[in-house]
């Protein structure tokens, strides 16, 4: 081969590895920015009670339940710490634990207690409850089962809890003689200051409060009563919760109205012939909707 043209070769060589070194050098052209994500907005509460895992079913009785409305009012603000009692199946839960878990902040779900020989049936309910929060894990975050009955220990660590609920479960406790106890639980769970939240189907103002709440109704005063007695102080009190149609007179109580829809007595088979249409037309029953502090 012709020297010059070896030459030739290697000078090509060495100008690429020049250009090569001379690129090294200066300072590369800035690759053009992609495009940022779209950073996440915190989930606010009317999110969560329009969260694709709640049930349409659900979703239906928030114009007799108003969630988001009733949680303001108690005061839920992002990253607290709760304690819901007896969250029975979940109904609540599928918007206070989505909300806290987006937010930072915790849920104590105070089941009802399965280590008593009288009510097997709490068992089945917790289970059902739990395997709804393990099959969505990422919806509801890891929220922490205790228990309330009547020989249970601390629904949550002492003075932990920034807002406790007490959603339409008092009838149930005055009837099993736990009343007493769920409030002293509640002040116990409770930060000074902290706020309890009561929502309870309303009885007739004036009449005398059966002890038992057979009917599934309580009055507001004597609701009052028993939280002032346990240490609470009244903060507040709404009508969100209110519906002027309930004549708080039913044949079956409470249950007569939705969504329980009883046409028998607790226990017996249902009457084919029985006339819902009345109790349909007033829709769920009316309800106090109160504020509590515990005192600093």
């Known amino acids: 081969m012709h020297p010059g043209r070896r030459w030739s070769r290697r000078g090509l060589l060495a100008g690429a590895g020049a250009l090569s070194l001379a690129g090294c050098g200066r300072k590369a052209d800035a690759p053009k920015p992609a495009k940022l994500a779209a950073k996440a907005e915190p989930m606010t509460l009317r999110a969560a009670a329009q969260g ?91 929220v922490t089962i205790t228990a309330f009955g009547p020989t249970s220990g601390p629904v949550a660590p002492a003075g932990s809890a920034d807002l406790v609920l007490f959603l339409r479960n008092l009838h149930n406790w005055m009837a099993g003689g736990l009343v007493e106890k769920a409030f002293r639980d ?16 309303r009885g007739e103002p004036g009449r005398v409060q059966d002890v038992l709440a057979a009917d599934g109704y309580v009055q507001q005063a004597y609701v009052v009563q028993m939280a002032r007695e346990a240490g609470f102080v009244l903060a507040g009190q709404s009508e969100i919760n209110a519906n002027p149609k309930d004549t708080k007179d039913h044949p079956f109580g409470v249950w007569t109205l939705p969504p329980t829809r009883l046409s028998a007595p607790r226990g017996e088979p249902a009457e084919p012939g029985f006339d819902h249409a009345k109790y349909d037309a007033i829709g769920e029953s009316d309800r106090m909707t109160l504020k509590f502090v515990k005192p600093k």
Do not use: C, M, N
């Open 186 to 201: 509640a002040l116990a769970a409770l930060k000074p200051g902290g706020v309890l939240g009561v929502e309870e189907h």
């Open 52 to 142: 694709a895992w709640r049930s349409p079913a659900d979703k239906a009785r928030d114009v007799w339940r108003h969630p988001v409305e009733s949680l303001e009012f108690w005061g839920l603000k992002p990253g607290q710490t709760v304690v819901e009692f007896w969250p029975g199946a979940g109904w609540y839960t599928d918007i206070l634990a989505p909300y806290l878990a987006a937010t930072g902040g915790k849920l104590y779900a105070a089941s009802l207690q399965t280590d008593l020989p009288d009510d097997p049936a709490a068992g089945e309910i917790v289970q059902a409850y739990r395997r709804k929060l393990t099959e969505k894990p990422r919806v509801y975050g890891e």
